[in-house]
């Protein structure tokens, strides 16, 4: 048997928390808080590595549930992929700049920084809920996909007044320190 007939064969690969729990859309005019509080963890005894905190792939992985509670926000869930549509997280860019330990409850957070008609632009932000000291940040790219064409596809209208309805609660937002960094080496020019 192959690798992807086990996952074919199984009905899924990893789940995730709101795996099933199916999408409430806001409804317009809906209050939209600035930024959004979707989701807020306590490191799992499954988080921590051998250094004792949480390992970094699990920073990524609060970040993708966050995401995946946005999604269902503004509409998408099992069944509206089901008929061949989903958002791609095309770039991801992580500063990790605290350590989370067993038991931690973390306070995340998520501004929409931009949009258009097929790409979303978003930030998450990690707090100790305890401390208030900030742990991570998260910043991807996402693009609304046609998954049977395999291509980018702009969202349908609803969708996109339901981003469009977020992006302009968000508007006044102060835009992240972290956010449109990019990785380098920086030298002394001497």
Not at 69 to 84: C, L, P, Q
Not at 96 to 114: F, K, V
Request: charge should be negative; aromatic fraction near 6%.
């Amino acid at each position: 048997m192959t690798p992807q007939s086990d996952f074919e064969e199984s009905g899924h690969g990893l789940r995730t928390p709101l795996e099933g729990v199916a999408a409430k859309p806001l409804t317009p005019g809906e209050p939209i808080a600035a930024p959004l509080h979707l989701i807020s963890p306590t490191v799992p005894r499954e988080w921590v590595d051998y250094n004792g905190h949480m390992s970094e792939s699990c920073y990524l992985l609060a970040f993708g549930d966050q995401s995946d509670a946005f999604f269902r926000m503004i509409g998408i869930d099992e069944a509206y992929r089901a008929v061949g549509y989903s958002l791609f997280t095309v770039q991801t860019m992580i500063f990790n700049l605290a350590e989370a330990h067993l038991g931690d409850r973390l306070d995340m957070s998520l501004q929409l920084i931009d949009a258009d008609e097929k790409r979303l632009h978003i930030f998450h932000a990690m707090h100790n809920a305890e401390t208030g000291e900030l742990l991570a940040t998260g910043e991807q790219m996402l693009v609304h996909v046609d998954m049977a064409a395999g291509r980018s596809t702009p969202m349908p209208a609803d969708l996109n007044a339901r981003v469009q309805a977020v992006l302009a609660a968000h508007a006044d937002l102060p835009r992240p320190a972290q956010a449109g960094r990019n990785i380098a080496i920086k030298r002394n020019p001497n």
